[in-house]
């Protein structure tokens, strides 16, 4: 059992609490049994993960991941179990959940990503602007997947999509959604112009003259979602064909970025669900 916060292994937790030591190592940090789970569904398997047997063992849930650790350890993972200490020195939260686990960064690689999932058209891409803060950035992400997004594209700028608190906040997303980090601009006009080529480029701004829900989001479109300070950047409104804002009563101005980005996004799955229904329908006539 590990009962020393300065473990080598609980240093290498320690060390992807940063950027630095995340590129070093050239993995990231999972914390508590549901991202060990979905990493788990989604087939990846952490290369170490370390535990509290005793903390794990009190419930029923606790009680499966330990199964769910095993079936880890059996295809090839380093398991360790670990005093609460040496947990709670090795993870980024203040109330650890039991279980930590290191995940190499390629396993959400874009592509790798891509892979996983169904070959189905997914009309919309999401472009980060400079979301600076994680758990911005995590629910974001969260959101997409659930809106079943295409990909997020991240400006620089964004925070690390690998940081312990957008992983978190993201809830499992990083293991389905793909996502992209741009050196510049001119990576985004690119992505822009790839297969399928984007149709329509809307910047989500406060004072945009175009309601969100009145324009097809069925087509190949871009959707920029600003900084959460200073909104979307001049380099993203001059991508932008249209600027589109989300009415809203009793005066108030503006609504989180994440919030606004869930908006839009389910928005655009509620179109592309009327659509489908449509063809089932005429599909049956």
């Not at 087939?43 to 199964?67: E, M, S």
């Not at 070959?119 to 919309?124: C, D, F, I, N």
Request: with cysteine.
């Amino acid at each position: 059992m590990i009962t020393s916060g300065s473990n080598q292994h609980i240093a290498l937790l320690r060390a992807l609490h940063t950027p630095r030591g995340r590129a070093e190592h050239g993995a990231f940090l999972l914390e508590g049994p549901h991202l060990l789970e979905a990493a788990l569904h989604a087939g990846i398997v952490p290369h170490l993960i370390i535990y509290d047997p005793a903390d794990l063992a009190r419930n029923a849930d606790g009680r499966k991941t330990l199964g769910q650790i095993e079936d880890a350890r059996a295809q090839g993972a380093e398991v360790y179990d670990a005093a609460p200490i040496a947990i709670e020195r090795g993870a980024d939260t203040r109330s650890p959940q039991g279980v930590l686990a290191a995940v190499a960064a390629g396993e959400v690689a874009a592509e790798k990503v891509r892979a996983r999932r169904r070959g189905r058209m997914r009309p919309l891409l999401l472009v980060l602007d400079a979301i600076s803060d994680p758990g911005n950035l995590g629910t974001i992400l969260r959101s997409a997947l659930a809106a079943d997004v295409d990909e997020l594209l991240l400006t620089p700028g964004c925070a690390d999509p690998l940081n312990p608190k957008v992983v978190r906040a993201g809830a499992g997303a990083h293991f389905h959604l793909p996502l992209r980090e741009a050196r510049d601009w001119k990576d985004v006009q690119n992505a822009l112009r790839g297969a399928p080529a984007v149709k329509q480029v809307l910047a989500a701004t406060a004072d945009g003259h175009t309601h969100y829900d009145s324009l097809d989001l069925t087509q190949r479109t871009a959707l920029l979602i600003g900084n959460e300070a200073h909104g979307v950047s001049a380099e993203g409104l001059r991508l932008a064909t249209a600027q589109v804002s989300i009415p809203m009563w009793n005066r108030v101005e503006s609504l989180n970025a994440a919030v606004a980005a869930s908006v839009i996004v389910f928005e655009a799955a509620r179109q592309r669900r009327a659509v489908e229904a449509e063809q089932v329908t005429d599909a049956h006539r």
